[in-house]
């Protein structure tokens, strides 16, 4: 018998390289050697090598796991999302009233931090309630400390489960148009408490970001691209990234407004055929250890600001942002009792 109905004989009987060999008249190790030898051989040709034949045999268990099933519901939740992603990507607000109308944003709430200004927070959420004035808040409710961090707590009075309290009660006091869940928010997932008081006040919600068109009943439409932190940073220009949004976005909005950074700024850039308004929001939170730990400049103007709409005004008179929130619903009141 020559090595190769040796070899085929191992593989096919289940042959050890020692029985293998005897059968062959060589030795195992010369064995061995012409069948790596040959098998490379097979290898480079792109021949399939036989392998050994097993001397147990194993059942084939039932699986878990159908895959029709699973491609068929992978098919539904993709589906889903895209309806959902394609609904978020210009969301209409029917406004039903002709005339001026005020947007008060709420900056970086942290309504649990010792640091906070709490009376603040509640002033300006009552002002939601004055004609034509609607709230928006930009996220980060609470300081909802997870992980890691959930070491923080110990630096403050307020409890995790006292903070989701004064959330909601807080939350239901106002009258929003939308509400963000920002980074601190969003850190609980599923559990986000802001997702679901959002949807008992009955108010538009999304994680990060909304893209809205204010509709109205005469004047152009304005778009408002509301995110908790727009990407980007300069130590020259503290709106930088809402103004860099309003720069590289393809279809130019006219409010840029995000917070997350806990300073003010704000810049315009004529963008065409209208004005895009770049605003950084700050924060409720006034005593901020963390800024003053890392030696924050103070760049801290207002918490707030409320930006009157007029949709019948020409580009300059379009948008006009007060920094001073009492001031700027003096301006509204004004501007209302003209229409
Ligand atoms: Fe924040
Ligand atoms: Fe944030």
Redesign the pocket.
Known sequence: MDRDEATRMRYEQGLTWKEAANMAGMTESTLKSANFRQRKKQAAQGIAVPERQQSIEVPVLPSDVCIDELKGRKRAEFRRKAVAAEARKLIPIKIKHPGVLSLLFFG?LHLDDPGTDIDLCYHHAALTHIDGVYGVSI??HTNNWVGRLARLYGNQSTTAAEAIVLCEDFLKSARWAFIIS???DTWSGAGDIVRWVSSQAGALHGDHQLRCQLRFPQGDPLTIVAR??FAGNSQYSASFGANKASMLDPNPAELYVN??THVSGYNIRKNGKILSHALQLSSYKQHDTYAAEHGFQDQHVSPAVLVTIDPLAGMAGRVMVHHDVDVGVEYHKWRMGRA
């Open positions: 970086d996220g980060d920002g980074n601190h908790h932190n917070g997350h």
